[in-house]
């Protein structure tokens, strides 16, 4: 089990932050679950939390492909407070054991 980077709410990306201001945790843990009842080995149900727009809360984790291959290096930040998250440096990349030079300015990097 990974903990989620990043997760995904009102058609964007938000960090963990924000996103347990918005809703808060599970007592497990869980960001976009809201406890609903269980027995005295921990074991719970979950109710799912929903955005503004009424779609569940998403979890990316580590290994999800949040970046699109075709765009070279990219940068995935915060919809909220608009922090950055995640790098992803294409293939090439100097900061990917390339020569070509970073398409993000240096202060975008993570
Ligand atoms: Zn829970
Ligand atoms: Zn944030
Ligand atoms: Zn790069």
């Known amino acids: 089990m990974y ?3 990043a997760y995904t709410y009102d058609a964007d990306h938000h960090c963990e ?3 347990e201001k918005r809703f808060g ?3 497990c843990g869980d960001i976009g679950y809201a406890y609903r009842g269980g ?3 921990g074991r719970h149900e979950h109710v799912e939390l929903t ?3 009424g779609n569940a809360v998403g979890a990316v984790s580590p290994f999800d492909e949040w970046w699109e291959p075709s765009e070279g290096c990219q940068t995935l930040a915060c919809g909220t407070c608009h922090g950055l998250i995640e790098t992803q440096h ?3 990349c100097e900061h990917n054991y390339g020569e070509d030079a970073c ?3 240096e202060d975008a990097i993570a």
């Open 3 to 5: 903990d989620p980077i």
């Open 17 to 19: 932050a924000c996103a």
């Open 25 to 27: 945790r599970c007592r």
């Open 39 to 41: 027995d005295s080995s």
């Open 51 to 53: 955005d503004s727009e």
């Open 90 to 92: 294409r293939e090439g």
């Open 103 to 105: 398409d993000l300015p």
